[in-house]
């Protein structure tokens, strides 16, 4: 109880909460939709998903200040690379916020709907820029991890002057799976921003997958999310 | 910048803003009802109160924990009076909270065949009581402060000085009127946060007097009175000192 006490009191929790029931929301209308369910109830789990959207919009209100910080922030680090893409990702972010307020104010009627259509489709394509910049960042700093020692059946190996594509590419692929394995926190990461990455290509309609996929993408990206808001030793920093 | 961004990482101090808003524009539609010319702006500011108060119902739907947790740490105070009056606020506030879970489904459509009325006034009479529990601890600590501050010898010399300023006042009204306005208002002086806390409770208070009829106002004093409190609320989150603790 106590730790609920603790974790509920951070508004990133609630949000994330939030945003798993919503993505919950989806995948069970995908499936009632499927499994030949009343219109009404269809009705109802649609209504409640469109609620939580709506409500975690208003909670991320003032969340552009926040993206500012973390990109002012992340102008200080020492790798160039992480640096860069952390920096963007955090500027994306921002203006992904930005985005949402404007959505948000047009979905309560405070602005005319004309200014929300355009933000909508903004909206996606900085956020799906932010996941990108995201996964770069990290994956760079995967390639090129100081601790982490080559192992030992590679090093059995004699070096070739030319190395063959196949034995390169199945030795990088063994370093990057030694390294995520070795590094949860980069490893949830992610997957968490795999996993959100087709919410944004279905919207824009890049790589169209349907509600159900987006639902389930949705739900395990939010629940990756809590797990590292409870378990902080999980989180990936910067 | 990062003090703004600490303050609203907090999920009450988000909830508080939000509160203010809400009752801001309720206040706000309450003037403005009479203007024919700014239709547009009530229906906009009645839209954002609506959807201010669906969203911190959401947000709420995890507080009936909190409330609980709360009721058993204050059953473990030492002060038997102040732990009847916080455990009795806080299991207030719990069921009031499970009330306003229970609407917040109907609102949804997750629960169909309940009655919203019943249950909305059940949640202002839990809300009621938890404000009558609370700010009769708040009574309490003041005539503790009251009764320390009497003892106290260099603030009778005090008294002495005020009560002797204006003889022709002082012994043509009630001088004992006087000297307790004297030492209430020095023990509500010293003690910001006992006062902030009365002031809020007071406010919150006209919000289910005017929602259960016993002591009807109006929207522009309930949107002013909940505008208030909210602002107090941020103000002592903002500023622990100023927090009554337990």
């Known amino acids: 109880m106590e730790s609920w006490v603790r974790f509920n009191s951070q508004s990133q929790a609630k949000e994330r909460i939030i945003r798993a029931a919503q993505y919950a929301c989806t995948l069970l209308g995908y499936t009632l939709q499927k499994g030949g369910a009343a219109a009404d109830l269809l009705h109802t789990v649609s209504q409640l998903e469109a609620h939580m959207s709506l409500s975690r919009k208003l909670l991320r209100l003032g969340n552009s200040v926040e993206a500012l910080e973390a990109a002012k922030r992340a102008i200080h680090l020492s790798d160039g690379v992480l640096r860069l893409c952390l920096t963007i990702s955090h500027l994306n972010r921002a203006m992904y916020f930005a985005c949402d307020n404007i959505l948000w104010a047009g979905k309560t009627g405070l602005v005319p709907e004309w200014t929300c259509t355009s933000g909508a489709r903004d909206l996606s394509d900085v956020y799906e820029l932010h996941l990108l910049m995201d996964r770069e960042a990290h994956y760079r700093a995967s390639k090129s991890p100081p601790s982490v020692q080559p192992s030992p059946s590679l090093s059995a190996d004699p070096p070739s002057p030319a190395p063959e594509a196949l034995p390169w590419l199945s030795r990088q692929l063994h370093l990057l799976v030694t390294v995520l394995y070795t590094n949860p926190p980069l490893l949830l990461d992610l997957l968490k921003n795999l996993c959100d990455i087709f919410i944004p290509l279905d919207r824009l309609g890049i790589r169209p997958t349907g509600s159900g996929f987006v639902g389930a993408c949705g739900l395990t990206s939010s629940l990756l999310s809590i797990a590292t808001i409870l378990h902080p030793w999980l989180k990936l920093k910067p | ?246």
């Open chain 2, 1 to 246: 910048m990062d003090a703004v961004v600490q303050f609203t990482s907090q999920s009450q101090g988000r909830d508080r803003i939000f509160r203010a808003t809400q009752y801001a524009c309720a206040l706000s539609v309450y003037l403005l009802r009479n203007n024919s010319e700014r239709k547009d702006l009530v229906a906009k500011l009645k839209s954002l109160e609506t959807n201010m108060s669906a969203g911190r119902k959401l947000f709420r739907l995890g507080n009936t924990i909190n409330s609980i947790e709360a009721a058993k740490r204050t059953m473990q105070l030492s002060d038997r009076v102040l732990s009847l009056c916080l455990t009795a606020a806080n299991a207030n506030r719990a069921l009031y909270f499970i009330c306003d879970n229970v609407l917040w489904a109907r609102n949804v459509g997750l629960i169909r065949d309940i009655d919203k009325e019943r249950w909305s006034l059940n949640a202002s009479r839990c809300y009621f009581l938890s404000l009558v529990t609370s700010l009769t601890r708040d009574v309490y600590e003041v005539i503790q402060l009251m009764a320390q501050k009497a003892r106290d010898r260099h603030f009778r010399q005090k008294m002495e000085l005020h009560l002797n300023e204006s003889p022709e006042v002082a012994e043509a009204v009630i001088p004992q009127l006087d000297a307790f306005l004297f030492l209430l208002l020095e023990s509500l002086r010293s003690h910001p946060a006992v006062a902030l806390d009365m002031l809020k409770n007071v406010c919150d208070l006209f919000i289910p007097l005017d929602r259960l009829g016993i002591y009807q106002s109006n929207a522009g004093v309930v949107g002013f009175c909940g505008l208030l409190s909210s602002v107090i609320g941020i103000v002592t989150l903002a500023q622990p000192k100023l927090r009554l603790r337990p």
